[in-house]
């Protein structure tokens, strides 16, 4: 799918980015800093539960580089598992967004940034 490593590294950094962008787009929210917009929030995960779809394929062998740990490599069903819980924490956001449920998607916002925290911590430079 990738021609050269190089490629695969900007795709899931690039990916990485629209994620992170569209997931601290709610962090205003939550912290009740801006009004809560429900077709805003909304719009704003369905394009995060989307995306989060997409870095994984990129992790492919001979991806090594970037912040990537080898630890990627050499403890696949461990990262499995991390990517995992973060896309099933994008079930009961999304459907927080869905419902407008500002106290359900403050919880299901924090167990989100748990996810991408806990991974960051054993995978990431
Ligand atoms: C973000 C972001 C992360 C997570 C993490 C949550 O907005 O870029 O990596 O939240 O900091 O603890």
């Known amino acids: 799918a990738f021609g050269k490593a190089d490629d695969a590294i900007q795709y899931r950094q690039g990916a990485f980015q629209i994620i992170k962008a569209h997931f601290g787009a709610l962090q205003p929210v939550v912290k009740g800093q801006i009004a809560y917009d429900q077709a805003a ?24 580089g970037g912040d990537a740990r080898d630890d990627i490599w050499l403890d696949e069903e461990g990262f499995k598992a991390a990517q995992k819980k973060f896309l099933d924490s994008l079930v009961p956001l999304t459907a927080a967004a869905q ?3 500002l106290d359900d998607l403050k919880k299901a916002f924090a167990n ?3 996810s991408c925290k806990a991974c960051h911590d054993s995978f990431r430079d």
Do not use: M, R, S
Not at 41 to 64: M, R, S
């Open 99 to 101: 419902a407008g449920n």
């Open 41 to 64: 929030v909304l719009a704003n995960v369905q394009i995060l539960d989307q995306v989060a779809k997409l870095p994984w394929k990129a992790f492919g062998p001979g991806t090594e």
């Open 112 to 114: 989100t940034g748990a």
